[in-house]
């Protein structure tokens, strides 16, 4: 197991083939080729992961791709695009994003274009 302390900060491409803990802060990609991947409640990840499981208590901002599960727990916040074809959110986590489960569990995933859809105001009432 790889532990990121909180006073650590990276900032690239993290390649991983244990399971991972972030206390600390990682700005780039990370890819866990095998592993669960955890986001502690003081970790932040500017980032775009991918993964089979990952777990998030603390920040992400980027794209969450899994091929088993994903768990935003009650102190997550997230924002970006969830892939998986599992989701487990928590009451009180924040999310802010799109969610796509298309993809059947242990399948491959690729992420979604977004579905953008234009909403034109009603008139005002005089």
Do not use: W, Y
């Amino acid at each position: 197991m790889t532990t990121l302390g909180p006073s650590l900060t990276i900032t690239g491409d993290v390649t991983c083939q244990e399971d991972m803990t972030i206390h600390g802060t990682v700005k780039g990609t990370i890819t866990m080729q095998q592993g669960t991947l955890v986001v502690a409640q003081t970790g932040t990840a500017e980032a775009n992961v991918q993964g089979s499981t990952i777990t998030v208590h603390g920040k992400v901002s980027g794209d969450l791709t899994a091929t088993d599960k994903i768990e935003l727990t009650d102190t997550a916040t997230v924002s970006g695009t969830i892939s998986a074809p599992s989701l487990l959110l928590r009451e009180g986590a924040v999310f802010n994003g799109i969610i796509d489960m298309s993809v059947k569990k242990g399948g491959t995933i690729k992420p979604a274009a977004p579905k953008l859809t234009v909403v034109e105001p009603a008139a005002k009432a005089s």
